[in-house]
């Protein structure tokens, strides 16, 4: 799972290159992070608690991309498996289809080494995006039964963003999004989610503060006396590179 939003389109830019040169065939970049909660599609993949993160993503010209990323999790072992760690791998096609407008298509799946959870955790989704000036809205859909729950195949997942360059690296970022989980627990289980997200670029270390919450079923999505869907504000340090 991942934000992330975002989860979970590749941005790709460029800086500005004088007339005479050549955009480059590739691009490989890096991140790492450290989050007080890592959520995801607005619940707690952590129990509220904090995370480590990072990831890698290759992007050629011809708008062709793949990545991967991890991060430390909790969900997994208060479900009665055994794994503490997520990993992401995706890839897919970026490109501008009309004059502003951009489509993004691709795959992703989420893997939970020896999650031992029936059935699996380990959950596979593609998706498509479209983007004009700031708004993004996204589609995804389960290829597989979705994060453990059980004849969850085709569960979709609908979210919109936009992102709004403020003064000088400064970023605010609204999104509003809605899971449908199919199956005999999918009333309990689907929910809509928010968040409000401000970071600023220092040079590639990027901080940020977000509003997160859900209107998620507490009685679903409480562990240990902890609701993974509470409202609350999330910081994360992100580095770039």
């Known amino acids: 799972m991942k934000s992330i939003l975002a989860a979970l389109a590749v941005t790709l830019s460029a800086s500005a290159l004088p007339a005479f040169a050549q955009e480059p065939a590739s691009s490989l970049s890096f991140n790492a992070s450290v989050t007080s909660d890592y959520r995801y599609r607005g619940i707690s993949q952590t129990r509220l608690?904090?995370?480590?993160?990072?990831?890698?993503?290759?992007?050629?010209?011809?708008?062709?991309?793949?990545?991967?990323?991890?991060?430390?999790?909790?969900?997994?072992?208060?479900?009665?498996?055994?794994?503490a760690l997520e990993l992401d791998i995706y890839g897919g096609y970026k490109t501008e289809i009309a004059k502003g407008l951009t489509l993004d298509v691709g795959a992703?799946?989420?893997?939970?080494?020896s999650n031992k959870l029936n059935p699996s955790a380990n959950t596979t989704e593609i998706y498509g995006a479209l983007s004009f000036g700031p708004v993004t809205a996204k589609y995804s859909h389960a290829l597989t039964d979705t994060f453990a729950n059980p004849d969850s195949k085709n569960s979709a997942y609908y979210d919109v963003s936009a992102s709004f360059d403020l003064?000088?690296?400064l970023t605010l970022v609204p999104h509003i999004g809605h899971q449908t989980i199919k199956g005999p627990f999918g009333s309990a289980a689907s929910y809509t989610d928010y968040s409000l997200t401000l970071s600023k670029d220092f040079n590639g270390f990027v901080p940020s503060i977000s509003v997160i919450g859900t209107d998620a079923d507490k009685g679903f999505y409480t562990v240990q006396?902890?609701?993974?869907?509470?409202?609350?504000?999330?910081?994360s340090l992100k580095y770039a590179f």
């Open 225 to 235: 006396n902890k609701f993974l869907g509470k409202t609350g504000v999330v910081v």
């Open 108 to 113: 992703l799946t989420y893997i939970y080494p």
């Open 167 to 169: 003064y000088e690296g």
């Open 49 to 83: 608690m904090p995370a480590v993160q990072g990831g890698a993503d290759y992007a050629h010209s011809s708008g062709f991309y793949i990545g991967t990323w991890a991060s430390s999790i909790k969900w997994i072992k208060d479900f009665g498996g055994d794994s």
